[in-house]
């Protein structure tokens, strides 16, 4: 049976400008290249581009991974842009362009039959978010979020109708601060599933009445960019399937693990 994935959100230009190299990225379409790299699953994506030379590469770079460019509205202006560094391996974010995608508001009618998808995932950069309600009354969809690290940003208000919520956690560790009391008050806001990624500390996943652990794999690291949109990838696909929570995070890592032995998240120049 073909499962049907909906990506709804960011795209951007990676540009690692000590490198001199550039790839395509962003959460929401690094995550349905990822998933469209599994068998027995269609994705589709829903973005915007820029009318420059970077929206013309970003629709090529899409193309290239077989995947369809008709839902990718082109608006006059520049694409957004990412500035990396990379730092003993962890990719170090310089600077971010917005472009065309700052104040976009995608309408409902731009979701391409949103009651024919098993899953239809947003995030916390891009746009749609406002529809989620609305797609949890109408649909029969199983709907995710990725927040990134944003913990107590008020875009969190839509967990309520998600039933997988994605945080970044490892700055907690960096801080002191422990990962499972915040993935335990996060759980609060939603009846849905809670899951905090860690980098190299593993991943935390929590459904209300156990915490299951995972724990990344060995890697000679090239680069942690698109790292977290693989696990989610990864462990949303092993979800749909009908895996467990315990191999749903096992098959995350592993997909994260991979995503580390190379430079940028996909796509660009070898």
Not at 144 to 150: A, E, M, T, W
Request: aromatic share 8%.
């Amino acid at each position: 049976m073909i499962l049907r994935v909906l990506s709804v959100g960011d795209n951007c230009i990676d540009d690692y400008v000590e490198l001199g190299k550039k790839y395509p990225g962003g959460n929401a379409l690094n995550f349905a290249v990822y998933v469209s790299r599994y068998s027995d699953i269609d994705v589709d994506y829903v973005g915007i581009v820029g009318t420059d030379d970077n929206g013309r590469y970003m629709l090529e770079q899409i193309k290239e991974q077989n995947m369809e460019t008709r839902n990718v509205m082109v608006k006059d202006g520049i694409t957004a842009v990412t500035k990396i560094l990379i730092r003993d391996g962890d990719r170090v974010f310089d600077d971010y362009i917005e472009g065309v995608q700052e104040n976009t508001v995608l309408p409902y009618e731009k979701i391409p039959k949103p009651q024919t998808y098993d899953l239809i995932h947003f995030t916390v950069w891009g746009f749609g978010r406002e529809h989620v309600q609305k797609l949890k009354e109408n649909t029969n969809a199983i709907i995710s979020c990725d927040f990134s690290g944003q913990l107590n940003d008020p875009r969190t208000e839509i967990m309520p109708y998600l039933d997988l919520s994605f945080f970044s956690g490892s700055h907690l560790i960096e801080k002191g601060e422990s990962p499972e009391k915040a993935l335990r008050e996060l759980k609060e806001k939603t009846p849905g599933i809670v899951v905090m990624t860690m980098g190299q500390h593993g991943s935390m996943v929590y459904d209300g009445e156990n915490i299951y652990r995972g724990e990344a794999m060995p890697v000679e690291v090239v680069d942690t960019l698109g790292a977290g949109d693989s696990y989610i990838a990864g462990f949303l696909v092993s979800y749909l399937k009908g895996d467990t929570l315990q191999e749903s995070i096992k098959k995350g890592h592993i997909a994260a693990r991979e995503i580390c032995k190379r430079l940028g998240g996909w796509g660009g120049d070898p």
